[in-house]
């Protein structure tokens, strides 16, 4: 590592100015980012009290050079960056230099470090003020110890706002988790009160990062996890994002990086949801860890003092690549998968051969309610009637289970109907249940989505155009997209500096609340530069006509209609969750059920 520097005072005043330490939680960060930077393989974390009695961070990282070392505790010091040129384009965690001049200010400060070619460490401490004094021989390995004593202890007024022990020690908890999950390669151990709360030994391949990842967010979300790996235009997300029927009542399982620095970030966020709107139960929470790594001269993280927040230079391009990524992993899960290894360069977003509906169940008639376009949308992709299925169709779902299970598709073929609600159905691995209801419905709704983006969005002028008033911004960009505007069916004009007239709306969305639809799409159009508003509203329509549309429970299926709905599951996205993200089906493997009966122990 290079050696430590002060800041030139015009780069010192481009740096987001802030407090960084306002409890223990902010403290461990900053300590274990320093580690992190020094190279560390192997950290230990001993904490007292929360935190407030001491928190002490010991790495076997490249240490500091004894006479370096009262300059990393003076303010815009640092060895990471050196012009404005590095400030723009910073590949490590830290480079403020402020983070141990400010933490030394209100606490009594140690730090003893060894570089790798001195044959003794080195002692400096502080107390509530600036360095002074050089630093005394002491015995410590290659690597450095910084312990934080009696934080705020000459600030009272902080010190006031610091909560229980327990709530304090929780947040210093989920920070270090939270850098753990990003660097499986190094180890961590935890203590609180001389009692160990965990201890991650440093991963070697796959197989020890998922055990990071159990160990981190519990086995549950790992058995759900689908492993992600997308690669396009300079940018490479890789991670797990859970299944969409493993969601959260809160957001508490969301764990996004860029390059490798843990941030929550507003257009992140709305991407990541945007993609699983589709899949999830209204109100829920997606489930994921995922790592975004891209140039970066590309991100700004020098937007808040605590380095929480990034700023991307291309924002539509990092949510439109997040979205088309994301959406495109969950629509790939089928049964049968476990993980899905998705690795492509380019092809994103090219359609991949979409199955074409051929046999199945009559679609009931869209109710009244629905418009009538909506009627003709579900008539047009209405399958044929059971009876005029391809007979060799029929025959093949009679078809046994072969004896070496190859030739038996992921949801088997189907034994019986249980009570006019669950299929059953025997695969190689034991028993599937299948909830016929929810699983037509999916791909009811899925085939009329198909059927909808192949036709062109079919627009109609407004009986009495709408005015509405809206902030000059948002005219603006209401003006400068009126082509994307048009794009979705929707034909807007400016009438004024701040006002719009609507003309034309897409008919599917004539019973809709216009103005608060309008007023939604040029928000998200300001925010994150695009918008699904549309989209979305289009959804929940073909949403409720494929709800009525799609089989009843207590209807009777015949043995060959159950099969064409195990073909159609098994060959349609998403199929695993219903349009409102509960699971269509489970399995009881033979494994589960010799448990169930005690059998072979
Ligand atoms: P920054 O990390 O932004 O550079 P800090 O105040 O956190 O600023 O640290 C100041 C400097 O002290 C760092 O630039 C680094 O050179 C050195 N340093 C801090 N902690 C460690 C550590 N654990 N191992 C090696 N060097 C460290
Ligand atoms: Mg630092």
């Known amino acids: 590592m290079s050696r430590i520097h002060l800041l030139e005072p015009a780069l010192a005043n481009q740096i987001a100015a802030g407090e960084v330490v306002d409890r223990p939680a902010s403290v461990i960060k900053e300590l274990l980012e320093n580690s992190l930077d020094a190279g560390a393989r192997n950290i230990e974390i001993e904490v007292e009290q929360g935190g407030a009695r001491r928190i002490q961070v010991r790495d076997d990282g490249g240490g500091i050079e004894p006479a370096d070392m009262c300059l990393a505790l003076a303010r815009h ?69 910084l312990c934080v004593r009696d934080l705020f202890f000459n600030t009272p007024a902080r010190r006031k706002f610091l909560r229980t022990e327990r709530t304090e020690f929780g947040h210093l908890e989920d920070v270090v988790k939270r850098i753990a999950l990003s660097r499986p390669g190094v180890g961590f151990s935890l203590r609180h ?63 996004f990086y860029v390059n ?66 994301i959406h495109q992993v969950i629509a790939e899960v089928r049964p049968g998968d476990v993980q899905v290894e998705h690795r492509e360069h380019a092809a994103l977003g090219e359609s991949g051969g979409t199955p074409v509906y051929q046999g199945g169940l009559a679609m009931a008639p869209a109710p009244g309610r629905v418009s009538e376009e909506l009627r003709g949308v579900a008539g047009l992709y209405a399958p044929p009637a059971a009876g005029h299925r391809d007979p060799a169709a029929a025959a093949a779902g009679n078809a046994p289970v072969a004896p070496d299970g190859s030739a038996v598709p992921p949801l088997g073929y189907a034994l019986a109907q249980l009570q006019g609600v669950y299929i059953l159905a025997e695969n190689a691995d034991g028993l599937v249940i299948v909830d016929m209801h929810t699983a037509h419905e999916r791909i009811t709704y899925e085939r009329m989505k198909q059927a909808y983006d192949s036709a062109s969005v079919v627009s109609q002028p407004m009986l009495v155009p709408l005015h509405i008033a809206v902030s000059e911004r948002e005219a603006d960009c209401a003006e400068a997209e009126a082509a994307f505007l048009e794009s979705l069916g929707v034909r807007v004009e400016r009438s004024g500096p701040e006002s719009l007239t609507v ?35 289009v959804e929940d329509i073909l949403r409720t006509v494929a709800c009525h549309g799609s089989v009843r429970a207590n209807r009777r299926l015949t043995v ?42």
């Open 77 to 145: 010091a640092t060895s990471k960056i050196a012009s404005l040129d590095d400030l723009e384009r910073v590949a490590s965690l830290g480079f403020r230099g402020e983070a141990l001049a400010s933490i030394g200010s209100v606490s009594r400060l140690s730090l003893v470090s060894r570089t790798a070619d001195s044959d003794c460490g080195y002692r400096l401490e502080t107390s509530g003020s600036l360095a002074s004094g050089e630093p005394e021989p002491a015995a410590h390995p290659r690597g450095t110890t």
């Open 503 to 537: 003309r034309e709306i897409p008919s599917l969305l004539r019973e809709a609340d216009v103005e608060q639809m309008v007023r939604d799409m040029l928000a998200d159009m300001v925010t994150h530069g695009t918008t699904s508003r549309i989209r979305a509203h």
């Open 560 to 601: 060959p209609e159950m099969n064409a709905l195990l073909r159609d599951m098994e060959a349609t996205e998403r199929s695993g969750q219903c349009n409102h993200g509960r699971p269509t089906w489970t399995r009881l493997g033979m494994a589960d059920l010799d448990a169930l009966f005690l059998r072979g122990r």
């Open 260 to 325: 490798g620095r843990s941030v929550r970030d507003r257009l992140v966020t709305h991407a990541v949801r945007e993609a699983y709107r589709d899949v999830l139960y209204h109100g829920r929470h997606p489930a994921y860890v995922l790592f975004l790594e891209m140039d970066a001269a590309q991100v700004d993280v020098n937007v808040h003092p605590a380095k929480h927040e990034v700023r991307f230079r291309e924002g539509r391009m990092v949510h439109d690549f997040l979205f088309r990524s």
């Open 193 to 255: 009160q001389a009692r160990t709360v965990f201890s991650l030994r440093p991963a070697e391949d796959e197989s020890g990062q998922d055990r990071r990842l159990a160990s981190l967010c519990g086995p549950a979300f790992v058995d759900s996890a689908i492993r992600v790996d997308v690669e396009r235009g300079g940018l490479r997300l890789h991670g797990w994002l859970a299944q969409p029927t493993f969601s959260r009542s809160q957001a508490d399982l969301q764990f």
